[in-house]
């Protein structure tokens, strides 16, 4: 009998786990979503939403930017048409008791009102959960293709 509860016990622990994880896959790929839309839109404080305040981000060519702010300035500051940045996911890997995400993909990067991608590559990014939903908390571009 008491072999029985356990191995309901560690059932149970299995699939509710296992559904935590599917389910924080869901809510961050609905985030990265939401993330390509506002780019898209070039609609800026969107995406810093979902971003924490100390997101790290290393661009395509390598500039390192430290939190939301070195971010806005240096979209503010870029010469040339706006961009917009589409990420796609690959893998989405998630850690339940660190509230951790790694996620991997490619991505393409389009000049406003264009849908012709004029440079692009591979990315990966972490989310975390510290603050109760799912932001970026750093993503790291390189540029591949032009």
Request: hydrophobic share 40%; net charge negative; no cysteine.
């Amino acid at each position: 009998m008491k072999i029985l509860v356990a191995s309901a016990i560690l059932l149970f622990l299995f699939f509710n786990n296992s559904y935590s994880q599917n389910d924080d896959q869901e809510q961050i790929l609905s985030q990265r979503e939401l993330s390509n839309q506002a780019l898209w839109g070039v609609d800026r404080e969107l995406n810093n939403t979902l971003m924490t305040d100390e997101v790290l981000i290393t661009t395509g060519a390598g500039t390192l930017l430290s939190g939301k702010s070195a971010l806005k300035e240096y979209i503010y500051n870029a010469k040339g048409p706006k961009m917009y940045w589409i990420r796609t996911p690959d893998e989405v890997l998630v850690n339940s008791q660190t509230q951790l995400t790694w996620e991997r993909g490619t991505w393409k990067g389009y000049e406003e009102n264009s849908d012709e991608a004029v440079v692009g590559g591979k990315y990966s990014a972490q989310w975390t959960k510290a603050s109760g939903a799912w932001l970026i908390q750093s993503q790291w571009f390189v540029a591949l293709e032009n």
